[in-house]
């Protein structure tokens, strides 16, 4: 009788687990028909883009698209400004996020509290509301058509998303190892720079590829702040390829594919970090 009822279960485990497989496989396959729709989207030219059905191959693929959009369409520019945009405000956020966390979770003061309340209000506030006042202040302080306009203000919006990311992995550091360090003499700089930011790692690189996500993507504040062709971010130089009477639709196709693998690849390589990192600070917080 028992055996019956184990092999039941087993039966039904396995089962169940089919069943859970076969249904993951159906979502990963809906998540990338956008993706395989962009790719013959970008290798077709802008008559079989409305003649031919969305996921149908294109007849001739015109893989010139996207020599054409990186030599002749200034891509290659707008791609090295969305890679300096980015990790600048990458490196800035982590790193104000780690300070302002471990201020908050380690060190004892009155108005810790209310300072992180501070900061997670930001989370509150629509980003469409302050696009006039900001442009306003980087007028004042010269900051139009600059990278610091979109550093500054992608590193501002981001720190208290990163900032809660950080927060329940600080806030059960063992505090024996602070304590031996200072008692072996070693500085409050010393301390967090060698000994709490590499404890840290793993959540700082969750944070990091969130923020990146973000700020790759972005396109409100540099469609806002920034009009020099030079200084633009793949985002919004798709735009080039759109005209007052016509589209170049390969171009444009192209183009967002451009956009989208570097992110993708990161992603893929390091998607196990952000697994890791979101359930450390969960499980430990």
Avoid at 107 to 135: A, C, D, E, N, Q
Avoid at 155 to 183: Q, S
Avoid at 213 to 236: M, R
């Amino acid at each position: 009788m028992h055996r019956k009822v184990a092999t039941s279960r087993t039966a039904a485990r396995k089962i169940g687990s089919a069943v859970l497989y076969i249904v993951l496989i159906a979502i990963a396959i809906l998540q990338l028909l956008p993706l395989v729709w962009l790719l013959f989207f970008s290798l077709k030219n802008s008559q079989e883009i409305f003649d031919l059905a969305p996921f149908a191959l294109p007849r001739h693929p015109k893989w010139e698209n996207y020599s054409d959009v990186w030599s002749s369409g200034n891509i290659d520019r707008y791609f090295i400004n969305s890679v300096v945009v980015t990790l600048g405000s990458v490196v800035l956020t982590i790193l104000l996020a780690s300070f302002v966390t471990y201020a908050v979770t380690r060190m004892r003061w009155k108005l810790s509290s209310f300072v992180l309340g501070i900061f997670m209000l930001g989370m509150m506030i629509p980003v469409h509301s302050t696009l006039i006042p900001l442009y306003n202040l980087y007028e004042k302080l010269d900051f139009i058509n600059k990278y610091h306009s979109l550093i500054v203000s992608y590193t501002a919006f981001n720190l208290p998303i990163t900032i809660m990311i950080m927060l329940g992995f600080y806030a059960v550091l063992p505090k024996e190892v602070e304590e031996a360090a200072i008692m072996d003499g070693c500085s409050i700089n010393r301390l967090f720079f060698q000994i709490i930011l590499p404890m840290t790692m793993s959540v700082m690189m969750t944070a990091a590829i969130i923020n990146m996500i973000y700020n790759w993507n972005e396109f409100i504040f540099v469609n806002t702040f920034i009009s020099s062709d030079s200084l633009k971010t793949l985002t919004v130089g798709v735009q080039n390829f759109i005209g007052q009477y016509q589209a170049n639709w390969g171009a444009i196709g192209a183009t967002l594919m451009i956009s989208i693998l570097p992110i993708m690849v990161v992603f893929l390589l390091l998607s196990n970090r952000i697994v890791e990192g979101l359930a450390a600070g969960s499980v430990k917080g």
